[in-house]
């Protein structure tokens, strides 16, 4: 079994034993299982699978942060992270639409490639917290 915790600014998100943990990594997704060599890695805007050792899984929607694998143990530190059966769903579509619309302002203005790129995070972040919503 992999000890696994998901830890984000506001505490721990999730603690316990898993088979598999999937990750969305900044150069793709990966999953790690028993035995997995130890390692470090970035992560990206996506979801987290927790393989649970009675065969459920648990979907985390993650915005980014670090993961560490060492001896069966995997540790994530996340920028952000929440359940997927608990997102809000009407703040996620909130938060699509006002993304939606600050990209398109700020690709009318000319903006810096800087802010275009802000906009566009935060509707990455929107959609994927719907889509995680969607399959819990």
């Known amino acids: 079994m992999i000890r696994t915790n998901i830890i984000s600014p506001y505490g721990p998100v999730y603690e316990g034993l ?8 900044t150069e793709g997704a990966f999953e790690v299982k028993f035995n997995h060599a130890s390692l470090m890695s970035m992560l990206d805007i996506g979801k987290i699978i927790v393989r649970e050792k009675d065969g459920r899984e648990q979907l985390f929607a993650v915005n980014g942060g ?44 000319k903006a810096g490639q800087e802010k275009v790129l802000h906009a566009e995070l935060a509707l990455k972040r929107a959609i994927n917290r719907i889509k995680l919503h969607e399959l819990s």
Do not use: C, W, Y
């Open 66 to 109: 670090f993961v560490e694998v060492h001896n069966n143990r995997v540790t994530v530190l996340a920028e952000s992270a929440e359940k997927a059966n608990e997102i809000d769903i009407e703040r996620a579509r909130l938060a699509r639409e006002t993304a939606e619309k600050e990209l398109r302002q700020q690709k009318e203005d």
């Open 18 to 25: 898993a088979t598999g943990v999937s990750l969305p990594g």
